[in-house]
């Protein structure tokens, strides 16, 4: 019997044949075999024994598997690798909350949602040089575009934009949205603006943000608020820490104002942190 296949080219073909042939009775084997490494060799079977050695069963590969994964999940042949879920997750970003467009209500202030009888004390807080200065805004707003905004802000579901009332007179106060919404991050953004210098450092703002948290985080069910604030609106950065934000970061010379660069820094608070304050 000759199965000499040294002169091939292909190694792999010649390993395959010699392994063959280790399969054979010791006394039957050809005489080259016992020059092959240890490690092709097999263990002699009985020489009663005339037929080929059964191979050993396959063993089933076992995996370290987390607390409560049923044992069905341990692989063998039989049981393909499990491809990587393509279906979205879910999420528990109630989403019905952000278009109830709710009332909130607090000791001084109450939250209403922005609407067309909020149009011209929201633009006349647009022309408020101080508050223009603290939210960095260049841009000047017309009346036409004003009452656009305010009109437009009920047909916004993905969004919370509301307005600072007095609790007392209902007058305005300023206004706040919760926007960027990300339902898969369960993420959000926040701004907050006063209509006026002379509202500021009666806690208004401090009331209003806390509302506005409670709701977002217990009733829309977001996990993070950001938010951006410029390093110089001292006031606004202390009522943010008040509120559980904490600054993650800053964006340098992010501002331009009269001449001069200004930094912005970024805050955040998340869920867990706004429920110890």
Same mark, same amino acid.
């Given at each position: 019997?000759?199965?000499?296949?040294?002169?091939?080219?292909?190694?792999?073909?010649?390993?395959?044949?010699?392994?063959?042939?280790?399969?054979?009775?010791?006394?039957?084997?050809?005489?080259?075999?016992?020059?092959?490494?240890?490690?092709?060799?097999?263990?002699?079977?009985?020489?009663?024994n005339?037929?080929?050695?059964?191979?050993?069963?396959?063993?089933?590969?076992?995996?370290?598997?987390?607390p409560?994964?049923?044992?069905?999940?341990?692989?063998?042949?039989?049981?393909?690798?499990?491809?990587?879920?393509?279906?979205?997750?879910?999420?528990?970003?109630?989403?019905?909350?952000? @278009?109830?467009?709710?009332? +909130?209500?607090?000791?001084? *202030?109450?939250?209403?949602?922005? /609407? !067309?009888?909020?149009?011209? %004390?929201?633009?006349?807080?647009?022309?408020?040089?101080?508050?223009r200065?603290?939210?960095?805004?260049?841009?000047?707003?017309?009346?036409?575009?004003?009452?656009?905004w305010?009109?437009?802000?009920?047909?916004?579901?993905?969004?919370?934009?509301?307005?600072?009332?007095?609790t007392?007179?209902? @007058?305005?106060?300023?206004? +706040?949205?919760?926007?960027? *919404?990300?339902?898969?991050n369960? /993420? !959000?953004?926040?701004?907050? %603006?006063?209509s006026?210098?002379?509202?500021?450092?009666?806690?208004?703002?401090?009331?209003?943000?806390?509302?506005?948290?409670?709701?977002?985080?217990?009733?829309?069910?977001?996990?993070?608020?950001?938010?951006?604030?410029?390093?110089?609106?001292?006031?606004?950065?202390t009522?943010?820490?008040?509120?559980?934000?904490?600054?993650?970061?800053?964006?340098?010379?992010?501002?331009?104002?009269?001449?001069?660069?200004?930094?912005?820094?970024?805050?955040?608070?998340?869920?867990?942190?706004?429920?110890?304050?």
């Amino acid at each position: 019997m000759r199965a000499d296949v040294t002169g091939s080219d292909d190694r792999m073909a010649d390993i395959s044949v010699r392994t063959r042939l280790l399969d054979l009775p010791t006394n039957t084997r050809p005489s080259y075999i016992e020059g092959l490494p240890s490690f092709f060799v097999r263990p002699p079977t009985p020489e009663a024994n005339t037929r080929s050695p059964r191979p050993e069963p396959l063993r089933r590969l076992r995996i370290a598997l987390a607390p409560g994964v049923p044992v069905r999940h341990r692989f063998s042949r039989r049981e393909p690798w499990p491809r990587s879920r393509t279906e979205p997750e879910e999420h528990m970003i109630n989403t019905s909350a952000l @278009r109830a467009q709710p009332t +909130l209500v607090g000791k001084s *202030v109450r939250l209403v949602p922005l /609407s !067309a009888k909020h149009t011209d %004390a929201y633009f006349a807080a647009a022309l408020d040089e101080e508050i223009r200065r603290l939210t960095g805004t260049h841009r000047h707003l017309t009346y036409a575009q004003a009452q656009e905004w305010c009109e437009s802000r009920a047909g916004h579901t993905d969004r919370l934009d509301l307005a600072i009332t007095a609790t007392e007179d209902g @007058r305005f106060l300023g206004e +706040l949205s919760i926007y960027a *919404v990300s339902p898969e991050n369960e /993420s !959000a953004g926040y701004r907050i %603006a006063l209509s006026s210098i002379e509202f500021t450092g009666q806690g208004l703002g401090r009331e209003a943000t806390q509302l506005v948290l409670e709701y977002a985080f217990e009733r829309i069910g977001l996990h993070r608020i950001w938010l951006y604030v410029y390093a110089f609106n001292m006031r606004a950065i202390t009522v943010y820490r008040s509120c559980g934000f904490s600054v993650e970061g800053k964006l340098r010379d992010s501002l331009q104002w009269e001449g001069r660069r200004h930094d912005a820094l970024l805050m955040a608070v998340l869920r867990d942190r706004h429920r110890t304050k």
